[in-house]
């Protein structure tokens, strides 16, 4: 393990015990159906929805923005600044949550539209506050005007639609009364930690046995001491949700070992099926995922999942943005996960509606480039990204070089190189010429394509670029020149 990773995951600690590790990895490297399906995902779909969706983050025209670390979390509205009878005021939203526009169905099929393979749905965020029907909890779906039961009918629409479903859940609750934050110290805290233990695994596997089906589990809010140092708990409840749920994908943000390691235990195993770290970032290289499969959950805002009213002076992410997003993951073998936060009737802004759109088009037009397609063990070209499968590489053109031309490193022995390329979407041919540089001591030989001007497309593009054996480069050379 190299302590770089550390920076982009959790923080770790290595233990001063050299013993092995107890209450590590229950499951090593799947290669199982389900495993097989999320490395093909290559896009998902992720929406925060909740009471905060109610407010988008201001109450009575008053902003929360710099009051509280997100939209999503504007029940922690910084008390010197905070309306009158917050949090009180907030929690008893939950009595009004209404959404009477709310169309599971139509969400799903925008979902669809945008090309998303599986969505991440919020059961129950910090608050609480639970979109099914909870037996376990008094705050829940249940208690709001609203008849329907939120979950079961984003699971239904979603599954109807042939997208694979996630359930995010909260572990951390900032108003359970039996929730402790730290590691319980006395025995009444002990007392409250064990029911709140409880009450988290009846709610998991509540959740599993209400909806069938349902692929993974996206955890959150598991960081504090409590949970961390609850091992034991944790270690045996995993294996009861996989029991109850066969083929179930867990993340790594849901245990800590014995010492205290999250995501990765003490040794630098993973903690789950695959790597739930990269949240509002890329990895740098694939060197960085030690093998681990991964996915990247973003935002459109530079930070804030649930609905923002009013979006003014905030960055959100373009079509273009995602687009490369999209394909700088697969070409490091991980799915992107744009979330979309919409409002207290369940309508998208006019913002999410547009950039799903376009990441849509692009996803059609090009999903040979997308779905099943993985890292290719070649430089990263200055124009783009790229990705393949079998014997074809796909090269997607975010910008076109001065040249006109998009040069293709590829190593002087290599068994395959480049013999002919097109446009992926209307299979306009490009010329490709083989460059044999020369450069001093250099392993590589060079492939250019010639890429339409930059007048003529729109956008990131893609190249489907046709690999052979050098001898068919040789032969197709001489069939030219005859
Ligand atoms: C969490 C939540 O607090 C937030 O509201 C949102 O739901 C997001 C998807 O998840 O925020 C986190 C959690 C973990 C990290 C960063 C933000 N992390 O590990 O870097």
């Known amino acids: ?14 233990p001063s015990s050299t013993e092995p590790v107890r209450f590590g990895p229950l499951v ?13 995902y290559g896009l998902g779909q992720f929406i925060h929805w909740g009471l905060y969706s109610m407010l988008g983050d201001e109450w009575e025209g008053r902003s929360a923005r710099g009051h509280a670390p997100a939209s999503e979390w504007i029940r922690q509205w910084n008390p010197e600044t905070a309306p009158e009878g917050w949090p009180e005021v907030y929690d008893a939203l939950a009595d009004q949550f209404d959404p009477q526009g709310f169309d599971a169905r139509a969400w799903a099929r925008q979902a669809k539209e945008m090309g998303a393979r599986y969505v991440i749905f ?6 609480g506050f639970a979109l099914w029907p909870s037996e376990h909890s008094g705050t829940t779906i249940a208690r709001s005007p609203y008849p329907g039961d939120i979950v079961g009918e984003v699971v239904g629409a979603y599954q109807a639609e042939g997208i694979d479903v996630f359930l995010y859940f909260s572990v951390l609750e900032w108003n359970h009364p039996d929730y402790v934050r730290h590691v319980p110290r006395t025995e009444e805290e002990r007392e409250r930690w064990a029911r709140f233990e409880q009450y988290t695994r009846a709610q998991l596997l509540e959740l599993l046995d209400r909806y069938p089906g349902v692929k993974g589990l996206w955890f959150d809010g598991t960081w504090d001491p409590s949970w961390v140092a609850a091992h034991e708990f944790t270690h045996r409840l995993e294996q009861e949700l996989r029991a109850a749920a066969p083929g179930l994908i867990i993340g790594s943000r849901f245990r800590g070992d014995e010492h205290g390691s999250r995501h990765v235990d003490s040794t630098g195993a993973l903690l789950g099926d695959y790597e739930q770290g990269w949240e509002r970032k890329m990895p740098p290289n694939l060197e960085m995922l030690d093998g681990h499969d991964w996915d990247c959950v973003m935002p459109l805002p530079p930070n804030g999942w649930g609905h923002i009213r009013d979006t003014e002076g905030l960055y959100l992410k373009t079509g ?23 409002d207290g009737d369940g309508a998208l802004s006019a913002h999410e509606n547009r950039v799903l759109a376009e990441v849509g088009a692009f996803a059609r037009e090009n999903a040979a480039a997308i779905y099943d397609a993985r890292h290719v063990d070649l430089p990263e070209p200055r124009c783009g990204l790229l990705t393949g499968a079998d014997d074809t590489l796909y090269l997607t053109v975010l910008s076109v070089p001065v040249t006109g031309a998009a040069r293709l490193a590829v190593p002087r022995d290599a068994e395959r190189v480049p013999i002919a390329a097109r446009l992926l979407a209307g299979g306009a041919p490009l010329a490709v010429t083989w460059q044999d540089i020369g450069y001093d001591l250099d392993p590589m030989t060079y492939y250019d394509i010639a890429l339409p001007s930059a007048g003529n497309v729109e956008g990131a593009f893609v190249v489907e670029i046709d690999l052979a054996a050098p001898d068919a480069r040789a032969r197709d050379l001489m069939d030219a020149a005859m």
Do not use: C, Y
């Open 320 to 342: 273009d943005d995602l687009i490369e997003l999209l394909m700088r993951a697969r070409s490091m073998n991980g799915n992107l996960v744009i979330n979309v936060g919409p």
């Open 28 to 40: 090593g490297r799947r290669d199982d159906e389900a495993m097989r399906a999320f490395r093909s």
């Open 122 to 127: 919020t059961t129950k965020h910090h608050d």
């Open 1 to 14: 393990m190299t302590s770089a990773r550390s920076l982009w995951t959790a923080d770790r600690q290595l």
